[in-house]
């Protein structure tokens, strides 16, 4: 199974902030990729599909990229409500795995 | 609007059977596949498999084969999964979730509530 690492594991950073999230894929995977943002007691939802597609409705300060088998999240200003924990998912080989996440905090 | 309603809370005996609905709405129910992932208490999410609503044709993961049965009720627009032979390592809050669609599956865009399955002696 294609194993999907996660890095940073969690992180605290101030309102305004820019942050970026790595989820790194044990091998090549194309675009098949999408990320998550799962709020405390709430499911998953999708924030970007196709490793740099932005689902409709979703704030623009979210965007991600692809390099090789490297993929990021980036949150340009940091809000309060992004207070989460976000997921990275495969869907070029099955089983369509998930990464580990990253837990953003707001300082 | 899309909704996904799960059925209720389960709590089931080791080696119990649980079966679990998703009642679809608000969209062509043929038309896009239906996943489930799970979530163990504060674990990460775990993709168990899918159905095709239009065809009952499944996918599941490795892990769940032989444990595992998808299947659905199209007049009623519902999809059910149904894991059998349960430890206490199921237990997880299990939700549906419908895909993108398009020709290859690229996420999944609207998720079921969740429902929990708790596995207990």
């Known amino acids: 199974a294609i194993q999907l690492t996660q890095s940073p594991s969690s992180l605290s950073a101030s309102v305004g902030d820019r942050i970026t999230l790595t989820c790194r894929a044990s091998q090549g995977i194309n675009s098949a990729l999408a990320w998550y943002q799962q709020k405390p007691g709430q499911a998953p939802k999708l924030l970007i599909y196709?490793?740099?597609s932005m689902e409709s409705g979703v704030p623009s300060r979210f965007s991600g990229s692809r390099s090789g088998t490297d993929f990021t999240l980036t949150i340009s200003s940091l809000q309060p409500e992004d207070l989460a924990i976000y997921y990275c998912?495969?869907?070029?080989?099955?089983?369509?795995?998930f990464g580990p996440g990253s837990k953003v905090d707001i300082k | 609007q899309v909704q996904l309603v799960q059925s209720g809370a389960e709590v089931k005996k080791p080696g119990a059977s649980v079966k679990v609905s998703c009642k679809a709405s608000g969209y062509t129910f043929t038309s896009y596949y239906i996943h489930w992932v799970r979530q163990a208490p504060g674990q990460e999410l775990e993709w168990m498999g899918w159905?095709?609503?239009?065809?009952?044709?499944?996918h599941f993961a490795q892990r769940f084969h032989g444990r595992v049965t998808m299947t659905r009720d199209t007049s009623l627009t519902t999809v059910y999964m149904e894991l059998s032979r349960l430890t206490s390592d199921d237990t997880a809050l299990y939700y549906c979730a419908r895909d993108k669609g398009g020709v290859a599956t690229s996420a999944l865009v609207y998720w079921g509530q969740g429902t929990l399955v708790t596995v207990s002696s």
């Open positions: 159905i095709n609503p239009n065809s009952g044709a499944t």
């Open positions: 196709d490793a740099s």
């Open positions: 998912q495969q869907f070029n080989t099955y089983p369509f795995t």
